[in-house]
């Protein structure tokens, strides 16, 4: 089954303990996102990877890293959260030349 | 002014009704009109897609494209208690594909039994 995997679903942490949110996809998708999605924000995109070792800062990229050394693998780290991170992440893929993006169930992030 | 706007709700209709959700935007760059579907602790899933201006049918749902007013609309006939969700519309322009989108914030739709 084609899929966008995120892990963990839930994560509830303190501030300024750095953590990882895994983000696979098995399509051999070229191109992959992250989002924070907050009330009255929507959608906005932290970081992207046009492929493998290539990765560009989004609209809100402060307090993020991305990493891409596999093509079906894009982490995120907060290497030290803070309560304004607290937030509903969405890891999403897309193939080349494709209109489409994939999304991943969620990650719900809170930072005490 | 934010490229793309969306009235976030909630919007509350009787089942049976027709819903209308709509988005406007300021980049007339814009070639690529998506609408995505979002349940509930669920990812965003792609609903229609349409390119440039026009009318598109699938099944209940009907998109329209109005590029010489940056208008998009999302039509749903029949509505269904099913069709409770977020709805996100989201755009680009033909030079990056479906790499980065433009989203509005989501329109909340419920639909009452």
């Known amino acids: 089954e084609a899929q966008v995997t995120q892990n963990p679903r839930y994560l509830i942490t303190v501030t300024g303990k750095k953590l990882t949110v895994t983000c696979s996809q098995n399509?051999?998708?070229?191109?992959m996102s992250w989002y924070r999605q907050d009330p009255g924000l929507g959608l906005r995109q932290i970081y992207y990877?046009?492929?493998?070792?290539?990765?560009d800062k989004g609209d809100v990229p402060e307090g993020y890293k991305v990493s891409r050394k596999e093509k079906r693998n894009f982490p995120l780290i907060l290497e030290s959260p803070s309560p304004n991170q607290t937030s509903l992440y969405f890891c999403?893929?897309?193939?080349?030349?494709?209109?489409?993006?994939?999304f991943g169930p969620g990650t719900r992030l809170t930072v005490t | 002014q934010k490229e793309v706007e969306q009235d976030p709700g909630p919007l509350s209709v009787p089942e049976g009704a027709i819903v209308s959700l709509n988005c406007t935007y300021s980049?007339?760059?814009?070639?690529?009109f998506m609408w995505y579907r979002q349940y509930s602790r669920k990812g965003p899933e792609l609903l229609m897609y349409?390119?440039?201006?026009g009318n598109k049918e699938d099944g209940r749902f009907t998109a329209q494209v109005d590029k010489s007013s940056k208008y998009i609309s999302l039509f749903i006939r029949d509505s269904q208690p099913s069709d409770s969700a977020t709805y996100l519309c989201?755009?680009?322009?033909?030079?990056?594909?479906?790499?980065?989108?433009?989203f509005g914030k989501g329109t909340s739709l419920l639909v009452t039994p």
């Open positions: 989201a755009m680009n322009s033909a030079s990056n594909s479906g790499y980065a989108l433009n």
């Open positions: 999403a893929s897309t193939g080349q030349g494709s209109y489409e993006q994939y």
């Open positions: 349409t390119y440039s201006s």
């Open positions: 980049n007339s760059a814009f070639q690529y």
């Open positions: 399509m051999n998708h070229e191109y």
């Open positions: 990877s046009m492929n493998v070792e290539v990765t």
